[in-house]
């Protein structure tokens, strides 16, 4: 299936250097597959795969010039590929692998330099907004498998299931080159330049965590008038930034940020178990 939203919104007060009025575009395709295949009664195959995306050019105002604007076009992908089988009438089991892609580039539409005034909030030029130059990359996979046992007469109906969950994050939010507009902001004051803002592009932080986590649970039922919910599951959380380094920044920001390269840091494992007992 896929769909396709659209919304364009008048901006008041601001206008185009052609005398028409600012508008904020907006377009939101997003599509969503999924294919099942049997290769006998007890073995199933199933694919599945969402992927939306966004265009968005906004960002005008009556103190923001058109030039200004800014252009973002994040997309997700959402794949994933499981087994399942079933052995006789009390097992089954499932493998399990996928991801969470996130991707979020957003540029501007001019090589003129950044100037803001810093008393009357006007300002033309490149965009100097957060984020502008940003090309983030960020996901979440994972792998999972899960086996389920129905036990009966065994004191009771036993619902035993087991499994292990693994997890790798990715967040790295480079930062690309501002090219012909120029790593600086030019501040004024009622129109007097005041001083100079340099940034650090380009850069390239990056930041991962590591997860694996095994449960064990069993919904025992006792009679017809109590369940017992027993279980327990450990987690293992490993956060880290990589050892990492970088160029230069594009000058003038080479003299405050010259090259430079940065020891890996690890954060404290963090490990937890939780042994939920819960009757009904």
Same mark, same amino acid.
């Not at 803001?116 to 957060?130: H, K, Q």
């Not at 690309?176 to 507009?181: M, P, Q, V």
């Given at each position: 299936?896929?769909?396709?939203?659209?919304?364009?919104?008048?901006?008041?007060?601001?206008?185009?250097?052609?005398?028409?009025?600012?508008?904020? !575009?907006?377009?939101?395709?997003?599509?969503?597959?999924? =294919?099942?295949?049997?290769?006998?009664?007890?073995?199933?195959?199933? *694919?599945?795969?969402? #992927?939306?995306?966004?265009?968005?050019?906004?960002?005008?105002?009556?103190?923001? $010039?058109?030039?200004?604007?800014?252009?973002?076009?994040?997309?997700?992908?959402?794949?994933? *590929?499981?087994?399942?089988? =079933?052995?006789?009438?009390?097992?089954?089991?499932?493998?399990?692998?996928?991801?969470? @892609?996130?991707?979020?580039?957003?540029?501007?539409?001019?090589?003129?330099?950044?100037?803001?005034?810093?008393?009357?909030?006007?300002?033309?030029?490149?965009?100097?907004?957060?984020?502008?130059?940003?090309?983030?990359?960020?996901?979440?996979?994972?792998?999972? /498998?899960?086996?389920?046992?129905?036990?009966?007469?065994? *004191?009771?109906? @036993?619902?035993?299931? +087991? *499994?292990?969950?693994?997890?790798?994050?990715?967040?790295?939010? $480079?930062?690309?080159?501002?090219?012909?507009?120029?790593?600086?902001?030019?501040?004024?004051?009622? /129109?007097?330049?005041?001083?100079?803002?340099?940034?650090?592009?380009?850069?390239?932080? !990056? +930041?991962?965590?590591?997860?694996?986590?095994?449960?064990?649970?069993?919904?025992? +039922?006792? /009679?017809?008038?109590?369940?017992?919910?027993?279980?327990?599951?450990?987690? @293992?959380?490993?956060?880290?930034?990589? !050892?990492?380094?970088?160029?230069? $920044?594009?000058?003038? /920001?080479?003299?405050?940020?010259?090259? !430079?390269?940065?020891?890996?840091?690890?954060?404290?494992? #963090?490990?937890?178990?939780?042994?939920?007992?819960?009757?009904?």
């Amino acid at each position: 299936s896929a769909r396709l939203r659209r919304s364009n919104q008048t901006i008041l007060a601001c206008f185009k250097p052609d005398g028409t009025p600012c508008i904020n !575009e907006q377009r939101q395709p997003a599509a969503t597959f999924k =294919v099942t295949y049997s290769l006998s009664p007890a073995n199933r195959f199933i *694919g599945f795969s969402q #992927w939306v995306t966004k265009v968005n050019r906004s960002g005008p105002s009556r103190l923001v $010039a058109w030039e200004t604007r800014t252009k973002q076009y994040p997309m997700q992908v959402m794949p994933k *590929g499981e087994w399942q089988g =079933v052995k006789g009438n009390s097992l089954v089991v499932s493998v399990m692998g996928g991801m969470w @892609h996130s991707l979020t580039p957003i540029d501007g539409f001019t090589d003129n330099p950044a100037r803001v005034d810093l008393v009357t909030g006007v300002r033309s030029g490149a965009s100097s907004g957060p984020g502008v130059g940003q090309y983030g990359t960020i996901y979440r996979k994972q792998a999972r /498998g899960n086996v389920s046992w129905y036990k009966p007469d065994w *004191g009771g109906n @036993h619902e035993i299931k +087991t *499994g292990i969950d693994f997890f790798s994050t990715l967040e790295a939010r $480079a930062v690309r080159s501002r090219g012909a507009a120029g790593n600086y902001e030019m501040q004024f004051r009622n /129109g007097i330049p005041d001083q100079l803002a340099v940034w650090n592009y380009r850069v390239t932080p !990056e +930041t991962r965590i590591h997860t694996t986590a095994a449960y064990v649970q069993d919904r025992w +039922t006792i /009679g017809r008038r109590l369940t017992l919910n027993l279980g327990l599951r450990y987690s @293992h959380d490993k956060g880290f930034r990589p !050892e990492i380094c970088r160029d230069a $920044a594009d000058a003038p /920001g080479n003299v405050p940020f010259p090259a !430079e390269c940065f020891a890996r840091i690890d954060v404290p494992i #963090w490990k937890s178990a939780s042994p939920p007992v819960r009757p009904a």
